[in-house]
């Protein structure tokens, strides 16, 4: 995470870019990780000679949630952190879609518009960020998504 913003900057944040990050390669060996983990063998994602042939694709590509999974780190690496932030928790997505597939070797990135922030006197502070994972020299982003995350906040020393 970036340097600490206060309430009030977040507030004066909504409606806007608030990060962009890094480009990040997505590889073969990602993939194949991310297929170990979470036991999804298909074909299209470990098997590079059989995706050539059989998929539209051209090679293997990229489990979407893999891509979404990426956000995490993308985030982190990115966003700047509320002050007084003990720690984010994720509340969920809306209107998540996988638009275009990520090939392997392709680098993607992430961008971050604060939607919305709903700040509770409860100390939670819930971040509405609509995000586009872009992939790049692609004109269509692997996916886009309201990305919803609860941030705990200590209450400001008296």
Not at 15 to 34: D, K, L, P, Y
């Amino acid at each position: 995470m970036k340097n600490a913003i206060t309430l009030d900057q977040l507030r004066e944040s909504i409606g806007t870019e608030i990060g962009c990050s890094e480009w990040r390669e997505v590889t073969q060996e990602m993939i194949n990780q991310f297929a170990d983990a979470t036991d999804d063998h298909q074909f299209i994602h470990v098997d590079p000679e059989r995706a050539a042939k059989e998929t539209p694709f051209g090679g293997t590509i990229a489990h979407g949630f893999l891509t979404l999974s990426l956000l995490s780190t993308l985030a982190y690496e990115t966003l700047p952190m509320l002050e007084g932030a003990t720690m984010g928790i994720n509340y969920g997505f809306d209107k998540l879609r996988f638009v275009s597939p990520v090939k392997t070797g392709a680098r993607v990135r992430a961008r971050f518009k604060l939607a919305d922030a709903d700040i509770r006197p409860s100390g939670r502070v819930v971040n509405h960020y609509d995000v586009t994972l872009e992939i790049e020299n692609s004109l269509k982003p692997a996916l886009t998504a309201t990305w919803l995350i609860i941030t705990m906040v200590e209450p400001p020393e008296a």
